[in-house]
């Protein structure tokens, strides 16, 4: 056989359909087909073969009619003139007394997708819909739905949509679910198929038949409706019962989604229905399949923000697997880390540290900001003022153990705001200065600037000649722009004075009216309920460790109390004052005017 792409290949192929003796040997016949196929697979233009492939769909043997018909919906807009040449053939295969042949027939009729053709599929359309073969009902509601994608500006006919509404209670199951499919299309500027209550309780009621993507279907369809009584609303929750607790993770997903749609105002049923769920998503977290095990677990971070304890004796399930991929390794940390209480953070702790010594250097660093204690006390005098002076005591020397840059950014902002309070901040603080060319990490840079800045406001004499060769290598030597601009910004922020310098570093630091958190406190479900069962849930993780690596809590988004100024919100309690006469070299940071969640 000549080489593959060349027109020899082509032209031997032609001869070989149009020679009497293959058309009338039916093997041979088919197995010429299968070379065309074959080819077309292999990336030959083999578009010129079109009128000899129409040809070869006139037989009786199904295999070869399917051949060519793959081959006709691939090339059918290159040839839309030829393609008018297929349709009697598949118009004739609409009658055939085989049911397999016709629904062959009014599919690749639908696939062929040119706005041409419309006017000879509607008739075998309609016919197919009240076709008595079921796989022929099938394709003909599929059928519309496709007509409408070709030509989405005609109006299909009103009749076509009430049969398509009346074949809802069709008895095939995979009929009434094509229908929901198709009136979804055909209708979706009108906001879909209408639910009402007849639709709904059938739906219902026949779900068991369908398959899972089924169910899927008609459990998301069904959440727009809404019960007209509460008695109503429970027997919709108890056919829901049993779908609750699913074996298959994606029915499971859309009957709890529907449940918390339903339930929205009754927080107690909601509650309970987490409680249920439980079970099927630990199950979802052993699934064989990757995608599952992740997208299972960033479900569970969503059911854990209501009730925080709901698998607090199930935590040795998200233990990481050796072989595990990163991703999925990471994601456990972060349950893990939800899961923490008094009873388990030993051994927490301990399979934590074991994970400290990963291959992956991205799973290592979240072992590692999973048990940091100077990120932690970081966040801790944040949220909880009282604890300020415990924590400040604890600072001294914890330089030498830091490792990473995370943690670097974590005690340089601890020096920044409390360093009044840290005998040792200024020289900790030099150490940083004397070591900045060699330091690798940005942000560890950006956070020792206002670190600095805001130490010299406090403590200008043991500050003021370390400031000056940390903003002069920024500005005159440091490649990163974003370091020099920032570096600038300070300089000529001193330049406008000391006290409106202060007012832009020494923003407020916490919240006094928090007191010790222990654990994450319950939130309503309503406020994470409309993405549950959506790709929300699995980008949250992305955002959630990007903003744990920026080191400073003040670049945590925050929503002010309602009319509060800006200026008391940057606004600080008084400290060591310097004469507002005074200027210096600094750059606004940009931290005091950013809010805190």
Not at 235 to 250: A, E, G, N
Not at 252 to 280: I, K, N, Q, W, Y
Request: with cysteine; glycine share 6%.
């Amino acid at each position: 056989m000549p080489y593959l792409g060349s027109e020899d290949t082509v032209r031997e192929l032609r001869r070989a359909l149009s020679n009497p003796n293959v058309q009338s040997d039916q093997l041979r016949y088919r197995n010429t087909v299968l070379r065309v196929l074959r080819a077309m697979s292999q990336g030959v233009d083999v578009s010129g073969l079109f009128s000899e492939m129409v040809k070869a769909c006139a037989t009786v043997d199904i295999v070869q009619k399917k051949l060519v018909y793959v081959f006709l919906c691939s090339y059918a807009t290159l040839n839309p003139e030829l393609s008018l040449l297929v349709i009697n053939t598949l118009r004739k295969d609409c009658q055939d007394p085989n049911p397999m042949v016709r629904s062959l027939a009014l599919r690749n009729m639908t696939n062929l997708r040119l706005p041409s053709l419309v006017e000879y599929v509607e008739q075998p359309l309609t016919a197919g819909l009240r076709d008595r073969a079921a796989c022929v009902r099938r394709v003909a509601v599929l059928g519309w739905a496709k007509l409408h994608n070709v030509q989405p500006d005609s109006e299909i006919d009103g009749a076509v949509v009430n049969e398509l509404y009346s074949l809802l209670r069709d008895p095939d199951p995979v009929v009434m679910v094509n229908c929901l499919r198709a009136l979804e299309e055909i209708l979706k500027e009108e906001g879909g198929v209408a639910i009402n209550k007849p639709i709904s309780h059938h739906l219902l009621n026949r779900m068991k038949e369908c398959d899972v993507w089924g169910q899927c279907d008609i459990l998301r369809i069904l959440q727009r409706y809404r019960p007209q009584s509460e008695d109503e609303l429970f027997d919709i929750l108890s056919l829901l019962d049993t779908s609750l607790v699913s074996p298959h993770p994606p029915v499971m997903a859309a009957t709890l989604s529907l449940f918390l749609s339903l339930c929205s105002v009754l927080p107690a049923v909601s509650l309970a229905a987490l409680e249920r769920v439980h079970g099927p998503l630990l199950a979802a977290c052993g699934s064989t399949s990757r995608e599952m095990r992740f997208t299972a677990l960033c479900h569970i971070q969503l059911l854990l923000r209501s009730l925080p304890g709901l698998m607090g004796a199930h935590y040795k399930r998200f233990f990481c697997g050796y072989a595990e991929p990163a991703y999925i390794k990471q994601r456990k940390m972060q349950v893990l880390v939800e899961l923490v209480n008094d009873e388990n953070v030993a051994m927490l702790l301990d399979e934590l540290k074991g994970y400290c010594t990963d291959v992956n250097t991205d799973t290592a660093q979240a072992a590692i900001s999973a048990i940091a204690v100077v990120q932690t006390m970081r966040d801790l005098v944040w949220v909880c003022p009282q604890c300020n002076d415990t924590v400040c005591l604890a600072l001294e020397g914890c330089e030498e153990t830091l490792q990473d840059s995370q943690g670097r950014q974590a005690l340089l902002w601890l020096l920044g705001v409390y360093g009044e309070r840290v005998s040792s901040a200024p020289y900790t603080l030099e150490g940083f200065i004397d070591r900045v060319r060699s330091e690798a990490s940005l942000g560890v840079k950006m956070e020792l600037l206002t670190a600095t800045m805001r130490l010299f406001l406090c403590r200008p004499a043991e500050t003021q000649d370390m400031l000056g060769r940390l903003l002069h290598y920024c500005i005159e030597e440091e490649s990163n722009m974003c370091i020099r601009d920032q570096a600038l910004l300070y300089y000529r922020l001193l330049h406008c004075g000391i006290d409106e310098t202060r007012k832009v570093l020494q923003g407020r630091r916490s919240d006094p009216s928090l007191g010790v958190l222990i654990g994450r406190s319950a939130e309503p479900i309503s406020q994470w309920a409309h993405s549950f069962n959506t790709l929300e849930p699995l980008r949250e993780g992305a955002i959630e460790t990007e903003s744990a690596s920026r080191g400073s809590p003040e670049h945590v988004t925050f929503n002010p109390k309602p009319n509060t100024n800006l200026t008391d919100t940057l606004s600080c309690s008084p400290t060591e004052k310097l004469s507002s006469g005074q200027s210096f070299m600094t750059i606004f940071s940009g931290e005091g005017q950013i809010q805190r969640a």
